[in-house]
């Protein structure tokens, strides 16, 4: 552990990532006590403010703060993150060990239907189960954490067949340690690094795909403090108001920009790691 | 070769198949039906039980797919009543402007990656190698619907260099066409060109490394001749299975871009035909972009053949 | 000598590290006379293939490789050639041969285009004529049917087949000199013995010298004229085969004749004790004092010079030989240019 963060550690862009992200995380969670407006406060007497002092980021078409709707929606970006994140990992995980694990029609069938998946481009078959299930947050999350899902269902599948071979594996099996055991207790915590550095970049890719449908309308609610629906309102005002558009812009590239250089550090600082085990 | 790609086509068809599959059943399990979405409000049970009847759509589901699937190979893809077209006829029209704007976010994206990605990696740690590293990271993380929209605020209302949206076909008017063009495509292709930037660079540092360099060094080789005829079409190999790969995502990206730019693409039917719950539409877009996918891939596997000679045997 | 080919004077190659400065060759000389095969052996990492690279200038480009001394081929120091004139150098005057033939060539082009790549670019000649040449070579090293292989992948070669090719590469243009590092290591025991006649039969016929790197003193007795022993970035004994097998001077030396098996004899082999000294890290004296039997009190303190041991051109870098000659003086070598043979 000590060892991996040195390495990470001498990434300064990383770190920069690291940085940003534990920015982000205190915006989130401190967003009331940092936002200087409520973000769904309208004032017909401020709309479409440029950038000054009382509105730093100016105000859009109904008045309402950019800034504070952009720390609001720290919270939303951050929680389809974690929870579609997270969708996609155990489902993901859960595929790909399953299918690693016991090889032959198993594995034919889970692997073919993640290839089958992996054709679709995701912001499409998002779209679809959108359509599917109804714009709303908790579907949003769902939908984005099942397009990500055979992304995790591969690197899970490669990592545990890579070390299931190995000769720790065959020990355990001699000893009789039964299946489900040698799986959670021996395979997972050694397929840990790939996931790891994946969750990170699907991070990212979580953050631009809720922006990227809800700019088109199929995502999230149109009052809801989301960066994606600000950038598609500001987009209509582009002409008379640039800051309603730009700022979000910025803020959603930042995040994904802190978590795809996180992943990629964490990936230089585990690779070493990576390469042992292989070995 | 042509066992090669025989065998890559063997392999692409339960995909296809696959393909097919779910996007019948996945488009089926949206809310509504087509019956309803065309009868609009005001209808009476029985006028839809009767459409459905001409549909088929009172047969059991899985008699539809087989019946859906076997008009799909003879190429009939339904009737599409947003377009009021047949479904076929309503993408093709679409095709060329995707397939234009795909293959010049491609160009773009190449144009940038090769050289940027091969210079920063022969100057591996200079500040171009980390400028390169830098603009890399940012290409991918910048979301192309608000490089676009950027883009529409710069060149088009401030600067006026550009029409901010509306199309232009290619033969109303070429420079037309490849003004109404050029910015969707560097919003689209950024991020494909940043990806293939940062695999030309580190697929570049890998090959530099290998004996045969070495050995081009040791015959006398000159720097320009190594790194062009040497390096760079082993170098080459990773990259353009990435290139592969990323067509999904200009395939994804184009509905978005289409969007903004107001482009009439594949990718911007496919959204229309959600919003106007066009299920026979969906269906046929979905497949058919799915399959381009796997297409472009097959057709990625043969260049891959192509520039590596150990694989095609 | 005027029939040197080469002659390398003190040379070091320094790499700079973040860990530091590893000394991988720590002034090395040695001389490659005209048509002869020189030896040299030595442990992986004792700098055997920095030498060779450092003298064909494949090493020093970046500004974390250090190399000083003197290379003087034909009597002119490739040290002070431009990277453009060292290109005209290599290939054509000076040619090397890989260890691993499965990678040495590339995998993208026929093994004919590779090899026609020669002439094109330091003779200038047509792509035709080129081709030819490829043929001619092929056919020289003893590859059958040579027009069919020439437009073939080096994926479609065999592993000795791919060395053979290799080695047409480098006698394409005619070279004075080969380094060959490590050539029949990764190949088979049969195939090993075929490439070595090959390199012995081209010297013959086209009084090419080869410096041939490797660990394998079976590979110098079969094939080579004279012998360097290096050991931890430097020269410690050189002289002829016989010299050398027969009458080994350094320790080192020894331990390596030792450590062969002799055919039909029951004694058990004496491997040499321990490891080779960190190149980080090195130790004052002599770098052989952890791992020598015979170590003394001055071998810890300063490091011995070569010398001739028993005649003028066999030396050894010892201070058992200042004991039997200097009469125990350690101090002769400290100050004095270590005496050339030639």
């Not at chain 1, 479409?48 to 980021?57: E, N, V, Y």
């Not at chain 1, 199929?218 to 960066?227: A, C, E, K, R, Y």
């Not at chain 3, 991988?24 to 002869?36: I, M, Q, S, T, Y």
């Not at chain 3, 098996?261 to 190149?279: A, M």
């Amino acid at each position: 552990m000590n060892e991996i963060w040195y390495q990470f550690k001498k990434n300064k862009i990383a770190l920069f990532g690291l940085g940003m992200t534990v920015m982000f995380i205190i915006f989130a969670i401190l967003a009331p006590l940092i936002a200087p407006y409520d973000p769904y406060e309208m004032s017909t007497s401020d709309s479409l403010a440029g950038p000054s002092l009382a509105h730093l980021m100016g105000t859009d078409q109904f008045g309402r703060d950019i800034l504070s709707r952009i720390i609001y929606g720290t919270r939303i970006s951050l929680q389809v993150g974690i929870i579609s994140v997270g969708i996609s990992l155990v489902l993901g995980t859960l595929i790909g060990l399953v299918a690693a694990y016991y090889g032959r029609w198993v594995d034919m069938v889970l692997s073919r239907f993640t290839d089958v998946l992996f054709s679709f481009p995701d912001i499409l078959l998002a779209l679809v189960i959108m359509a599917i299930l109804g714009p709303s947050l908790t579907n949003l999350m769902i939908a984005i954490g099942i397009v990500y899902t055979p992304i995790f269902a591969r690197i899970a599948r490669g990592a545990v067949l890579s070390i299931k071979s190995s000769l720790y594996i065959d020990a355990a099996k001699s000893m009789g340690v039964s299946n489900r055991k040698i799986m959670w207790k021996h395979i997972l915590p050694n397929s840990m690094a790939p996931l790891i550095v994946q969750v990170t970049l699907s991070f990212a890719f979580a953050i631009l795909a809720e922006a990227a449908l809800s700019f088109l309308g199929l995502g999230v609610s149109p009052d809801t403090p989301s960066w994606g629906i600000m950038l598609s309102e500001g987009k209509n005002w582009m002409e008379t108001a640039w800051w309603i558009a730009v700022f979000p812009g910025i803020a959603i590239t930042l995040a994904v920009f802190s978590f795809n250089v996180m992943g990629d550090g964490l990936r230089d600082a585990l690779d070493p790691k990576l390469k042992n085990e292989s070995s | 070769m042509i066992a090669y790609i025989i065998r890559r086509l063997l392999i692409a068809i339960p995909v296809l198949f696959g393909i097919s599959l779910i996007a019948f059943f996945m488009v089926r399990l949206v809310p509504g039906d087509t019956v309803t979405a065309m009868l609009g409000n005001s209808y009476t049970p029985e006028q839809a039980e009767a459409l459905r009847a001409q549909y088929g759509l009172d047969e059991p589901i899985i008699t539809q797919y087989i019946l859906w699937l076997t008009n799909v190979l003879q190429g009939d893809f339904g009737f599409s009543h947003f377009t009021n077209t047949p479904v076929l006829e309503a993408i093709l029209l679409r095709l060329p402007v995707t397939i234009e704007l795909a293959l010049l976010s491609v160009v773009i994206a190449v144009i940038l990656a090769i050289p940027l990605g091969t210079i920063a990696a022969l100057k591996r740690n200079s500040k171009f190698d980390y400028g390169a590293s830098l603009f890399g990271m940012l290409g991918i993380s910048i979301p192309n619907f608000w490089l676009g929209t950027l883009m529409i605020l710069f060149f088009s209302l401030w600067a006026g260099w550009f029409p901010s949206g509306g199309f232009v076909g290619l033969y109303e008017s070429v420079w037309g066409n490849l003004q109404s063009m050029i910015l969707p495509a560097i919003a689209l292709g950024t991020a494909v060109g940043a990806v293939a930037m940062r695999m030309t660079r580190s697929s570049m540092l890998e090959v530099t490394n290998q004996d045969y360099i070495k050995m081009a060094r040791a015959k006398g080789v000159s720097s320009r001749r190594l790194i062009t005829k040497h390096a760079l079409k082993n170098a080459l190999v990773p990259v353009v299975t990435v290139l592969g790969i990323q067509t999904g995502y200009l395939l994804g990206g184009s509905v978005v871009v289409e969007q903004i730019f107001g482009l009439p693409g594949v990718g911007q039917l496919a959204l229309q035909a959600i919003t106007n719950r066009d299920y026979a539409l969906l269906q046929g877009t979905i497949l058919f972009i799915a399959s381009a996918f796997v297409i472009v891939n097959l057709i990625v596997d043969i260049i891959y053949g192509f520039l590596n000679p150990q694989i095609r045997y | 000598m005027a029939d040197n080919i080469l002659e390398v004077r003190d040379l070091k190659t320094h790499f700079h590290t973040n860990d530091g400065v590893v000394k991988a060759v720590d002034g090395v000389d040695l001389h490659v006379e005209k048509g002869e095969i020189l030896a040299i052996v030595g442990e992986s990492g004792c700098g055997k293939s920095v030498t060779s690279q450092s003298i064909m200038r494949l090493i020093g480009a970046k500004s974390s490789e250090k190399v000083s001394g003197e290379i003087l081929y034909h009597g002119e120091d490739l040290l002070s050639k431009t990277e453009k004139e060292m290109r005209q150098i290599r290939g054509k005057d000076m040619s090397m041969v890989f260890q691993d033939p499965m990678t040495s060539l590339n995998p993208a082009y026929k093994v004919g285009t590779q090899i026609a790549e020669m002439p094109i670019i330091h003779e200038k000649k047509d792509k035709k004529s080129s081709w030819k040449r490829a043929i001619d070579m092929l056919t020289k090293v003893g590859i059958p049917s040579p027009e069919k292989r020439a437009s073939q992948y080096p994926h479609q070669f065999s592993g000795g087949m791919r060395q053979r090719g290799v080695v047409a590469m480098s006698l394409a243009c005619d070279p004075d000199l080969i380094i060959a590092d490590e050539p029949t290591t990764a190949l088979d025991v049969t195939i090993q013995a075929q490439v070595l006649d090959l390199l012995r039969k081209l010297r013959d016929d086209t009084g090419t010298a080869i410096m041939m790197i490797t660990h394998d003193l079976g590979v110098v007795a079969e094939l080579c004229d004279r012998v360097a022993v290096m050991y931890a970035g430097k020269i410690v004994e050189e002289g002829t085969v016989a010299d050398i097998f027969d009458n080994p001077q350094h320790p080192y030396t020894q331990g390596l004749i030792h450590s062969l098996p002799k055919p039909g004899s029951r004694e058990r082999l004496k491997p040499i004790e321990g490891q080779p000294p960190n190149l980080h890290n090195l130790p004052e004296g002599c770098r052989f004092q952890d791992r020598c039997p015979f170590v003394m009190d001055v071998c810890r303190e300063k490091q011995p010079e070569l010398v001739p041991a028993d005649k003028q051109d066999h030396q050894a870098a010892c201070w058992l030989m200042g004991e039997e000659e200097n009469d125990g003086d350690g101090r002769t070598g400290e100050s004095e240019e270590p005496e050339k043979t030639f």
